[in-house]
C-alpha cells in the first residue's frame, strides 16, 4: 500500500506564498492522479486542484484560480502546490490525494471517492 506523505506548509502572512509537496513512500508517481483537498475546521474537505498522470491537465477549483498552481515532476517523483496571494480564508489542512486511474475531467477529479491514497495532511495558516 503506497503511502503518501506532504510537507511544507506553516505560517503565512496575508498575501504571502507557501509551498506544498506530496511524494509517494515507494512507486512511481507517474502512474497516479494526484489533487489536493483541504479541510477547514467544522467544514467538509474540499477539492483545491488536481493535475493528470502526465501533468498536461490541470484543474483548479474557482477559488484558488490564478493564486495556486499545481506542477508535477515525475523525474523527482514529487506533486507540489505552489500557493500565493494566501488569504485567511485559505487556511486550512491541505491534503494530497491519489489514485491509479487516468483524469476524465472536471467532475471526476474534484469527488473524494475516486482518491485512494491520502497524505498525513498538513496545516497551512494565514494572518491577516
Known amino acids: 500500500q503506497v503511502q503518501l506523505v506532504q510537507s511544507g506548509g506553516g505560517l503565512v502572512q496575508a498575501g504571502g506564498s507557501l509551498r506544498l509537496s506530496c511524494a509517494p513512500s515507494?512507486?512511481?508517481?507517474?502512474?497516479?492522479?494526484v489533487a489536493w483537498f483541504r479541510q477547514i475546521p467544522g467544514k467538509e474537505r474540499e477539492f483545491v486542484a488536481a493535475?493528470?498522470?502526465?501533468?498536461?491537465?490541470?484543474y483548479y477549483e474557482h477559488f484558488v484560480k490564478g493564486r495556486f498552481t499545481i506542477s508535477r515532476d515525475n523525474a523527482k517523483n514529487t506533486v507540489d502546490l505552489e500557493m500565493k496571494w494566501l488569504q485567511p480564508e485559505d487556511a486550512a489542512v491541505y491534503y494530497c490525494?491519489?489514485?491509479?486511474?487516468?483524469?476524465?475531467?472536471?467532475?471526476?477529479?474534484?469527488?473524494?471517492?475516486?482518491?485512494?491514497?491520502w497524505g498525513q495532511g498538513t496545516q497551512v495558516t494565514v494572518s491577516a
Open positions: 515507494r512507486e512511481a508517481f507517474d502512474r497516479y492522479t
Open positions: 493535475i493528470s498522470r502526465s501533468g498536461i491537465r490541470t
Open positions: 490525494a491519489a489514485h491509479l486511474r487516468a483524469d476524465y475531467g472536471w467532475g471526476d477529479v474534484r469527488r473524494m471517492e475516486p482518491y485512494d491514497h
